[in-house]
């Protein structure tokens, strides 16, 4: 009989630069323990433990629980491994070669075939097959930086020539689509924006008070059948990835940029969901339609801005200025809502880098701030997930939902006593709930400690995650 005390569980391993690693489970990943029982954690691994096993690597073990309550696992045993390649130092073993891996991925040299004569100290990403590395591909020292980014996280380089033949030859579908196209359609976007996938605009208002707000993204499914070789090198690809110096779209650039991008003054299939935003700030009815769209202008957050707060007109494009106040209209009902329903006002404080283009060297840090605009914008695409999270859920269709667990109890715990150190009072009791959050936010937001409350209040939190399963935001309320 098994020790009650020992189950399978699954999970991801993550590594630390020291050697030693992390079980990460998600809740339901307990084995035959069931959901209602599996701890969502980051299980200790000792560096002996991990050997012949790579960063993401998804893992069954045998979970221990301890006597203090913490628990351990052992006897990994490998279930599936997305990565197919290593990036490394070539280092001397006597007349052969062996790989020192990046130590965020491995805490292990491995056996290094097909080097020849490489010397010592070359960089080089090799494939994987079994416990080897094979067929290295030397570094250009420029690219250094860069390409262990895209190794460590797995990421794909630029697509290949018959795939962006496939995008050349790509056609839209010929569904049936609502015919927006005379509609007044705005896109807000960064300056440095490339791929145009989403559009904004207003229907007239109602003589109950409701905005009809229409929140459109590009359809690109229109340009890509279901089981071609776009269709698997995009499922491959998962997402466009956004790194200081490039974009690695999931579909080609003459696609993503260009065929399915919104631009100003192109027809474009969309999918498009109307939301009626009461005076009040709640949805009254969503729908959702194929349809196709002509965007009028494309306008920075800056331009938005400088018009929604300075009244500088000139920025904006006249046919399009009444939109726009009827989008910020909009935009402060659901704010209404959200302040009611509790949650963080998430503060980014982002900046944007410039690379030298003949060394790749960082040229220059540039501050980004939010703007109004930026507000505005995030405020209407949060409710148009929300609105077709709903109308996929109320119809029993299958989707992926970003979702935010509550936090720790422990967790909360620790966040009142740093609070109380900074002379702030929280009195949680005994459990966070986003109402409460928001009461505690609003004490510190004008403090001077407040950015390192914020930090703290972000990490108590911890990260959202993506789920079939529709569950609550806990961070957004």
């Known amino acids: 009989m098994s020790d009650p005390k020992e189950r399978p569980v699954k999970g991801r391993i993550s590594l630390h630069i ?14 035959d323990a069931g959901p209602a029982t599996a701890p969502a954690a980051s299980i200790f691994l000792p560096p002996p433990e991990l050997s012949g096993f790579l960063a993401g690597d998804l893992v069954e073990a045998t979970l221990v629980a301890e006597a203090d309550g913490r628990f351990s696992a052992s006897g990994l045993r490998l279930l599936e491994r997305p990565r197919d390649s290593l990036f490394g130092i ?15 991925v491995s805490n292990e040299a491995w056996n290094l075939e097909g080097a020849g004569k490489l010397a010592p100290g070359t960089a080089v990403v090799a494939e994987i097959e079994g416990r080897r590395a094979v067929r290295p591909k030397v570094v250009p020292e420029k690219e250094l930086a860069m390409t262990r980014i895209l190794a460590r996280w797995s990421l794909r380089g630029a697509h290949d020539a018959l795939l962006v033949a496939a995008a050349r030859r790509a056609k839209a579908s010929k569904a049936l689509r609502l015919d927006l196209r005379d509609v007044p359609t705005l896109t807000i976007d960064a300056p440095v924006t490339r791929d145009l996938d989403d559009a904004l605009a207003v229907l007239p208002v109602q003589s109950d008070g409701a905005i009809r707000v229409l929140v459109s993204i590009a359809d690109v499914d229109a340009f890509v059948p279901r089981g071609s070789e776009l269709d698997r090198e995009a499922r491959a690809r998962g997402t466009s990835v956004y790194l200081p110096d490039r974009v690695i779209p999931m579909l080609p650039k003459e696609l993503s940029e260009e065929r399915a ?12 969901v109307e939301m009626r935003i009461d005076p009040e700030g709640r949805v009254r009815a969503v729908d959702l339609q194929q349809t196709v769209i002509r ?14 707060d300075e009244g500088r007109e000139e920025a904006v494009p006249a046919e399009l200025r009444s939109t726009l106040r009827w989008l910020r209209a909009a935009a402060g009902r659901l704010s209404a809502v959200r302040a009611g329903r509790g949650g963080l006002a998430f503060v980014r404080e982002e900046a944007r880098m410039t690379f030298d283009p003949g060394t790749n060297e960082p040229a220059a840090i540039e501050a980004r701030v939010e703007t109004s605009a930026n507000l505005l914008v995030e405020r209407l695409m949060v409710a148009a997930n929300e609105a077709v999270a709903s109308w996929l859920r109320e119809r029993g269709l299958p989707a992926l939902y970003r979702v935010h667990d509550p936090p720790d109890p422990d967790r909360v715990r620790s966040l009142a006593a740093f609070a109380a150190n900074f002379g702030f009072e929280t009195a949680f009791g005994p459990e966070l709930t986003p109402r409460a959050l928001a009461a505690f936010e609003d004490q510190y937001s004008t403090a ?30």
């Open 18 to 31: 020291r050697g030693f690693g992390f079980l990460r489970t998600e809740p339901g990943d307990g084995g």
């Open 90 to 104: 070539v280092q001397a073993a006597g007349k052969r070669r062996r790989l020192l891996p990046d130590a965020e």
């Open 261 to 272: 991008s919104l631009l100003p003054g192109a027809e474009r299939p969309a999918l498009t």
């Open 295 to 308: 965007s009028d202008a494309r306008v920075s957050y800056e331009e938005a801005a400088a018009f929604l």
């Open 448 to 477: 001077r400690s407040a950015p390192a409350i914020r930090a703290v209040v972000q990490k108590t939190l911890g990260p959202a995650r993506y789920t079939a399963h529709p569950a609550p935001h806990f961070g957004l309320g």
